[in-house]
């Protein structure tokens, strides 16, 4: 079906159309519409337009009036004060509209024909290291911009950029060839989370022995430093280790991303290895061009803009005096991979705020080599820090980071506890109830991170996001789990809309808000930035109570008004299940 074009667009043509018509002689004009507490809408723009073409506003917004066509989408328009327009829309065109939005499985929200293709570089854990809650926001922010650019016509390329190279890797391989049987697991684990467990254990327990080892064994680290220049080497027994810790660390990784309940492939995963055997070049071609220069030994790239404390220069350093590569150099070899081979119109990376003067130094070093251009851009959507309750950088009590999965797991407990409070009122039964805590809980967590710019640090509370009350997701699957109650109690009630019907106040505030979810969505997408969904449902379930108060459903005057009632609360549960899963939060029928 094709898209629905929402009430707020359909007035801004008429008015644009109208403007046009009063004063032909200054073309198109943007009739600056926006909601309003006045009205459904005000209008803006006559005043800009007044001025440019030397007009009185007020005789100018009047002209408009005369000449606009209503067209059974306007129900009332006035001019107020030095020439704005409010403008009230009928009610039957809300229920018609929101009727054409109900009767498509995408709730009418428009598909971006000439989308092109998006690398999202998010979620990257560390090979044989735990993940932290530091490690929460990249892949959270991450996984709920590919399934909103997903939906809005965005072919995405997921890249898990893991840290699976470096120098700790020839002791770790060192030690493992010495000691065998360190990575075998003692038997088949009876499902992945214990499978993960296991895995970390004994990457735990590697690392700590070897660097022990390395510590204080001399031998030891001479071997184990000529072990990386084997790996780098490609030695064929190096790498056949060090794949093991890879492997290891996925089944690892994979137990974490189930917990988040997040779907991640094996073909996403990109590691920096996997940009070797393109560093060498990388490094010739910014070295021919110019765009690089060697500086005592290493090779560089020098900008105007970014200075060290000494006012001297800083360069980003894409290989090392002694031969060796940096970050730089494996960063810009994706992007020319991305770009490239991949075919990508848009480079996102979902990092770490702090690492933003890195990414600056090497989109514009990609842009210099002519990698990026006016057809392709790279974007940092960049995400701040996970808080503790003290506003400082989230601990343990004894100043430890926090384990991930010790804090999914704690979330899960408090929401099944929640849960499990109210299970006897809905008739839970203990399997509901347990599964219920997951979504609530993993919800409650991916919620608390996505409802919150991403440039902005946010506190870790799992009371107030366990909370029913408040911005909090569980906020949002209660609205939606008791729209499906009502529907249970009503079984011989059909949802159907009745245009003919008048709109009480808080049905027509419901309804256009339903109506805004499209454009809100593109909005989304567009500037990367779930936060504005997160906004648009947590207000759409404020509506809905609201609505709640003032328009009973099963006690309806009449069959029609509860069967246009039951239709709003249908398209709205629709509307909320749809917008928390872009954002990958589950929606329990009973809560």
């Excluded at 514009?364 to 960049?382: F, K, M, P, S």
């Excluded at 567009?526 to 609505?547: D, G, M, N, R, V």
């Amino acid at each position: 079906m094709a898209s629905v074009p929402s009430l707020a667009s359909s007035v801004d043509r008429r008015i644009a159309a109208a403007l046009v018509s009063a004063l032909p002689e200054a073309g198109a004009a943007d009739p600056l519409l926006r909601r309003s507490d006045r009205a459904d809408f005000q209008a803006n723009g006559i005043l800009a337009l007044a001025k440019k073409a030397k007009a009185n506003p007020r005789e100018l917004a009047t002209t408009v009036v005369e000449g606009l066509d209503k067209g059974g989408v306007i129900e009332e328009i006035e001019v107020s004060g030095p020439g704005f327009l409010n403008i009230t829309v009928a009610d039957r065109a809300i229920v018609e509209t929101l009727a054409a939005r109900a009767a498509d499985d995408r709730l009418g929200v428009p598909v971006n024909e000439n989308a092109g293709t998006t690398v999202i570089d998010y979620a990257q854990p560390n090979v044989a290291k735990e993940m932290h809650v530091g490690h929460l926001r990249s892949a959270v922010i991450g996984a709920a911009m590919v399934e909103i650019l997903e939906f809005t016509g965005e072919t995405v390329v997921r890249r898990h950029h893991i840290g699976d190279w470096g120098t700790q890797f020839g002791m770790l391989i060192q030690y493992l060839l010495e000691h065998p049987h360190e990575l075998d697991h003692k038997a088949a684990a009876a499902d992945a989370e214990a499978s993960g467990e296991e895995a970390m254990s004994n990457l735990n327990r590697l690392y700590k022995a070897s660097r022990a080892l390395f510590d204080s064994d001399e031998e030891f680290k001479t071997r184990a430093r000529a072990r990386v220049v084997d790996l780098q080497a490609g030695d064929e027994q190096t790498l056949a280790l060090w794949q093991r810790f890879v492997d290891e660390s996925k089944i690892y990784f994979y137990s974490v991303f189930d917990k988040l309940d997040m779907d991640i492939q094996d073909a996403d995963i990109v590691g920096e290895s996997g940009y070797n055997d393109m560093l060498a070049e990388t490094c010739r071609l910014l070295e021919e061009s110019g765009v690089a220069v060697r500086s005592e030994g290493a090779l560089c790239v020098f900008f105007d803009e970014y200075k060290g404390p000494d006012g001297q220069p800083t360069p980003l350093i894409v290989q090392k005096s002694d031969g060796g590569f940096g970050y730089a150099a494996t960063d810009l070899s994706a992007i020319r991979d991305r770009v490239g081979n991949l075919k990508a119109n848009s480079l996102v990376y979902v990092v770490d705020a702090r690492q933003a003067l890195h990414f600056k130094m090497v989109f514009e070093t990609a842009r210099r080599a002519g990698w990026l251009n006016e057809d392709t851009h790279a974007y940092q959507l960049a995400f701040g820090t996970v808080l503790g309750a003290d506003g400082k950088p989230f601990k343990t009590r004894e100043g430890e980071t926090v384990r991930l999965v010790d804090l999914l797991d704690e979330a899960v407990d408090r929401a099944t506890a929640v849960v499990r409070d109210k299970a006897d009122k809905v008739g839970l039964t203990e399997q509901e109830i347990v599964e219920n805590g997951r979504y609530v809980g993993i919800g409650a967590v991916k919620y608390a991170d996505l409802s919150t710019s991403a440039a902005r640090d946010y506190k870790f509370d799992l009371d107030q996001m366990v909370s029913l009350n408040g911005d909090t997701s569980v906020y949002l699957q209660y609205a939606y789990a008791r729209i499906r109650s009502i529907q249970r109690r009503l079984p011989d009630v059909a949802a159907q809309a009745h245009p003919e019907l008048p709109l009480a106040p808080a049905e027509r505030a419901l309804g256009l808000h339903l109506d805004g979810f499209g454009e809100l969505v593109a909005d989304a997408a567009k500037e990367y930035a779930p936060h504005k969904l997160a906004a648009y449902l947590y207000q759409l379930a404020s509506h809905l109570t609201a609505f709640y108060d003032q328009c009973p459903v099963a006690q309806a005057e009449t069959a029609e008004l509860r069967e246009n009632r039951l239709f709003l609360i249908d398209l709205t549960a629709r509307t909320l299940s749809k917008g928390m899963s872009l954002l990958g939060i589950r929606t329990p029928e009973k809560l």
